[in-house]
Nanobody, 120 residues
Framework: QVQVVESGGGLVQPGGSLRLSCAAP????????MNWYRQAPGKEREGVAT????????SYADSVKGRFTISRDNAKNTVYLQMNNLKPEDTAVYYC?????????????WGQGTQVTVSS
């Protein structure tokens, strides 16, 4: 059973910062693209940030560009999401996803999520 475990969520005031971590010890971590998604109450899950398996390319949702940074440490099987200048609309459950496609087979693993609440 592959485990993907997020941590680092919490309550923060607008303008504040949080760093989320995601560990995935049960996979060959360096072979997986890693993604952060989020889901706010009453809304669909949306992609936030992506980093390729070797960390050479990142991409972000327009709503978080310039504020969030995704990074990874393959030696620690961990991916991070640094979130700065947080806004109330960033409030959501944040999910970590590990994804690898080999031919027609899709390997897709999700964490349980960590709550981020931005409120004064």
């Amino acid at each position: 059973q592959v485990q993907v475990v997020e941590s680092g969520g919490g309550l923060v005031q607008p303008g504040g910062s949080l760093r989320l971590s995601c560990a995935a010890p049960g996979i060959t971590f360096s072979m997986y693209n890693m993604n952060w998604y989020r889901q706010a109450p009453g809304k669909e899950r949306e992609g936030v940030a992506t980093i390729t398996s070797i960390g050479d390319t990142t991409s972000y949702a327009d709503s978080v560009k310039g504020r969030f940074t995704i990074s990874r440490d393959n030696a620690k099987n961990t991916v991070y999401l640094q979130m700065n200048n947080l806004k109330p609309e960033d409030t959501a459950v944040y999910y970590c996803n590990a994804r690898r496609i080999i031919g027609a087979r899709n390997y897709d693993y999700w964490g349980q999520g960590t709550q981020v609440t931005v409120s004064s």
